[in-house]
């Protein structure tokens, strides 16, 4: 599915979680973003990240996609949205960018990282979410502007 914007900056909601930390080395969450002004619950995740290490071979570096109505208990999308980079997916742990869309039912997103391996480490992870903006009346899930 996609989504055409004609004019992003007066048609849509932009929103960034960012995973803080210069090199994250475990687990973290990223900061939810508020979708509240957001239309018909598509969104879609541009995730951008710097280098990740991948000297062991086995590092493992998932970002998951979660939802909340009050942005503290976040729970897994009815269809999850995750990206995976690995050995594999850049041997020279240098990320490209990647995009997907999903469905929401909540008002707050957010990017959660998962890690694994031996010696993980990332920098720079930021998944940016965009959604088209509201033009009246109630938004998704059940609440309203």
């Known amino acids: 599915m996609a989504t055409y914007f004609g004019d992003l900056q007066h048609t849509a909601v932009i929103g960034q979680s960012i995973i803080p930390g210069a090199a994250v080395t475990a687990s973290a969450n990223g900061l939810g973003v508020d979708m509240i002004l957001g239309d018909a619950n598509n969104f879609n995740v541009l995730l951008t990240s710097g280098v990740y290490d991948v000297t062991s071979s086995n ?20 269809t999850p949205v995750s990206f995976s980079l690995t050995a594999a997916g850049g041997a020279s742990g240098l990320a490209v960018p990647m995009a997907a869309w999903g469905m929401r039912s909540k008002r707050y997103l957010r990017a959660e990282l998962v890690i694994g391996g031996t010696t993980p480490s990332i920098t720079g992870l930021t998944a940016i979410f965009i959604e088209r903006l509201k033009i009246s009346g109630v938004g998704g899930g059940n609440y309203s502007a």
């Not at 590092?59 to 897994?76: A, L, M, R």
């Open 59 to 78: 590092e493992t570096y998932v970002v998951n996609i979660t939802e909340s109505d009050d942005n503290i208990t976040f729970v897994p999308l009815a």
